[in-house]
Each structure stands twice: as C-alpha cells, then as structure tokens.
C-alpha cells in the first residue's frame, strides 16, 4: 500500500516550458534582441535538457550550467549577448514564477488528504521553496527534497537515502521503498532514480500520447488528473 508520494516540481507541478516562452518573449524585447518566435523555445529545450542530463549524471554543477546556459543558446539562435547577464535575469523571474501545469493544484489537494506529500525536485532550495509558496502549496507537503539542500540529486541513491532517513525519522518508521510512489516527467531522473530504489513509478507525457510500454514506467499518465484514478 502506497503511504508517501515523492512528486517532481519543473514541468510536473509547475510549467516549466510555459515560463520559458514567456520569459524568452519578454526577456528578448527587453534586452532589444530580435524577437521571441516560437522555433526558439525548442533549441532552449534541447540545450537546457542536455544540460540537466550532465548534471544527473554529475559531470555538471549548476553553477556551471548558469554559466554557460543562455550563451550557448544564444549563439545557436544567432544573437550576440551576454548570456550570464540574461541567465541572471531568467534566475530572477524564475523565483517569482508559479505557473501551474493543467490540474496540478487539484492533484496535490487530492494526494495530501490521504498520502504523505514531499516535493522532490533538483534544484535551488531558496528558489523551488519560493515558488511553492507563491504557488500557495507550501503548506500541502511535508516534506521537500531538493538537492541543493541534501548535496546530492535524482537519480542518485545518496539522494533517496536522505529522502528516505527523513522519512523514518519524522513519522514513518520502517518505510519501505515500494510503499512509496514518485510522479515526474524525466525519465533519466524521476523514474529511473525511483525505479532503481524500488519505488513505484508514475511517468507524466505533459499531454503527449505515448506509446505504452510498461517497461517505462508502473503508470503512465498524460493528464495530472489521471492520479486520482490510481491512488
Ligand atoms: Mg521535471
């Protein structure tokens, strides 16, 4: 029986992408840069996801990907501009930003009646903190995993050790894995870090049709609201 669900914040509780277009829009007439036109947003996504990928897979930290992030997406796009200046104004907004994906908020009203709810993101503490209390969810979880604060991330096994110690810690003696269930829309890092710890898996397609192979994942969910037929 599931007890405690682990739920993933970028493009899963939170629109990620939608920030983006929105801040590439505004951040570009801003700056004077020529104009945000759809075509972009997908180089942004291929470079930023290749970029989370190095970091998954520690060969990257975070501050290195703020170095270097917008520069090279910028002379991808063909622009000359200081990508550290436009990173720190991206970082800015990004704190303030709490765009929910479709029927997120009613999933966590959902989930917290009847689960332990914990925020498992990889990210900036302050910054992911921030956002959840502007969003107004802070209170619905009671706990959050992020790794700058545990110094180890998805889909890492130090990570889910911390997640886990806490766990046991606060409330949940004994928690096993498999009574626990992380819903997320990466598979390099939320199903294969959750899979690989022998918890349960729900993979989020953000609307796409996928192809269901259940190898991927326990569930697989295109709509937030599908949760609630599962748990
Ligand atoms: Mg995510």
Not at 23 to 29: C, I, K, L, R
Not at 154 to 174: H, I, S, V, W
Not at 187 to 208: E, H, P, Q, V, W
Request: net charge negative; charged share 25%.
């Amino acid at each position: 029986m599931i007890k405690v669900v682990f739920i993933d914040i970028d493009d899963t509780i939170f629109s990620f992408s939608g920030f983006v277009k929105k801040t590439m829009h505004d951040g570009f007439e801003k700056f004077g840069l020529k104009p945000y036109t759809d075509e972009m947003f997908p180089i942004f996504e291929e470079i930023n996801s290749e970029l989370w990928r190095r970091i998954e897979q520690n060969k990257l930290t975070l501050q290195q990907l703020r170095k270097i992030r917008w520069n090279m997406v910028f002379k991808e796009l063909g622009i000359t501009f200081d990508g550290t200046l436009f990173e720190n104004y991206f970082c800015t907004e990004l704190r303030e930003s709490a765009i929910f994906e479709p029927h997120a908020l009613e999933v966590i009203k959902y989930l917290k009646t009847g689960y332990v709810l914990c925020v498992a993101s990889n990210g900036p503490y302050e910054q992911q903190y921030n956002r959840l209390k502007i969003g107004g969810i802070d209170t619905y979880f009671s706990h959050f995993f992020i790794s700058s604060a545990i110094g180890a991330g998805k889909p890492d096994k130090a990570y889910f050790d911390y997640c886990f110690a806490e766990l046991r810690d606060n409330g949940n003696e004994g928690l096993m894995p498999e009574e626990t269930i992380i819903i997320g829309d990466s598979l390099t890092s939320d199903i294969a870090g959750g899979r690989n710890y022998g918890m349960k898996t729900c993979f989020y397609t953000k609307g796409k049709k996928c192809e269901s192979d259940h190898k991927l994942a326990d569930y697989i969910v295109s709509d937030l609201s599908d949760i609630m037929q599962i748990l």
